[in-house]
């Protein structure tokens, strides 16, 4: 007979040699982009002119309201975990927002667990937090072209792309909605489809070079038990949390845009809108990172350019998306790297807990035999 020891200091930890590589990974990747790649097509030198132009009243507008979304983040947590600080899920966002850019799934949602655990709540009502803090904005963003394409109808701009994108949005809101109904259909359901999760997640994170992970079964069927409750009672403020939030991300893009002399005539409000949500729906479904970051830029940039009217250089329509993405995420991805470095260092058993609770199996050296029982023949 076992019994489950706490972890010593390196039993889930990855080595340095592992923690060297992935960072040589990251800065591969960006140098190949941004080095190589878009260079080809953009010119850094009139992006450098279209950022340098911009006054403090600019950086004042773009500054406060990426302040303010932040604690957005944390209301969207409250609206899973009652009770939440917002201090607390502020700092949970900025550390989750540093796993989420530079490590793969499911590392944001390891962080967010850990947090919640240190919190005070117990581990299941935390797999809840973690986990539908990530599916509930997700869910958003899948309905967003749904949402853009009524609000182009009413603005009389609707056109056969729109109607496309809007299809596809409408076919993967069906597809979320049939795995809502069969986790929500019975006990019986629900473990079966978290079999197939198990099943899909492992052969994800052997790609990744990660030790594949069981059955989900019983996992689905505890967040079913305990997330549908908390969705009933909660999906008021949830659904607020996560408008706000995107509306103030909305509104991110659209004063970059103005900085860098992009006007109304040139790109509306509406068209603006259409392109935001189309780009966000693409970072769902195409899931490279967890924040979206490249594909919801690529997309934006896309879809910005061939929308826009008059005579305006790509170069500039680049820079107010590199302004976007600045104040969006990587302005918050400083301090959150000395959050979460904090956080490990402090909290090194939640850490290591949290990863345990996602998948990662228990080394032998976390195993240890149990005493006899002094009784027993």
């Not at 309201?65 to 917002?86: D, F, H, K, Q």
């Not at 594949?212 to 079964?217: A, F, Q, T, Y």
Request: charged share 15%; glycine share 8%; net charge negative.
């Amino acid at each position: 007979m076992t019994t489950q020891v706490d972890a010593g200091p390196n039993a889930s930890e990855p080595s340095p040699a592992k923690r060297i590589v992935r960072v040589l990974v990251v800065v591969a990747i960006v140098v190949l982009i941004f080095g190589w790649l878009l260079p080809q097509i953009i010119d850094y030198e009139v992006i450098w002119e279209a950022l340098t132009s911009l006054t403090w009243q600019d950086l004042l507008v773009l500054g406060l309201l990426a302040v303010l979304r932040v604690p957005t983040e944390a209301m969207v947590y409250r609206a899973m975990l009652p009770g939440l600080r917002i201090a607390a899920g502020s700092e949970a966002y900025l550390s989750s927002n540093v796993a989420a850019n530079v490590m793969p799934p499911p590392a944001s949602s390891v962080v967010q667990y850990a947090y919640f655990r240190r919190e005070g709540f117990d581990g299941q009502t935390s797999m809840t937090g973690a986990i539908g803090s990530f599916v509930f904005p997700q869910g958003a963003r899948i309905v967003l072209p749904i949402i853009a394409f009524v609000v182009l109808i009413i603005a009389g701009q609707a056109d056969e792309e729109a109607f496309i994108i809007t299809a596809i949005s409408v076919a993967v809101t069906i597809g979320v909605c049939v795995l809502l109904w069969l986790v929500g259909r019975s006990e019986t359901s629900a473990r079966w489809l978290g079999a197939q999760l198990g099943r899909f997640v492992s052969w994800l994170m052997t790609k990744f070079h990660k030790d594949p992970i069981g059955d989900l079964g019983d996992q689905v069927v505890d967040f079913r038990d305990n997330a549908f409750a908390i969705v009933r009672q909660r999906w008021p403020m949830g659904s607020i949390a996560v408008s706000f939030n995107l509306l103030l991300t909305y509104l991110i893009l659209v004063a970059s845009l103005r900085a860098v002399g992009v006007e109304q005539s040139q790109l509306g409000l509406v068209i603006i809108f259409a392109c935001f949500a189309v780009a966000f729906f693409a970072g769902v479904v195409i899931p490279i990172t967890g924040s979206g970051l490249g594909i919801v830029d690529v997309v934006m940039i896309s879809a910005l350019v061939a929308s826009a009217t008059g005579s305006i250089d790509k170069n500039v329509i680049v820079a107010a998306v590199v302004m976007w993405r600045l104040f969006y995420g990587l302005l918050a991805f400083f301090p959150g790297t000395l959050t979460l470095a904090s956080f490990s260092k402090n909290n090194a058993d939640l850490m290591r807990s949290a990863s345990s609770e996602f998948g990662a199996e228990p080394s032998s050296s976390d195993v240890v035999p149990e005493p006899p029982d002094p009784e027993s023949p």
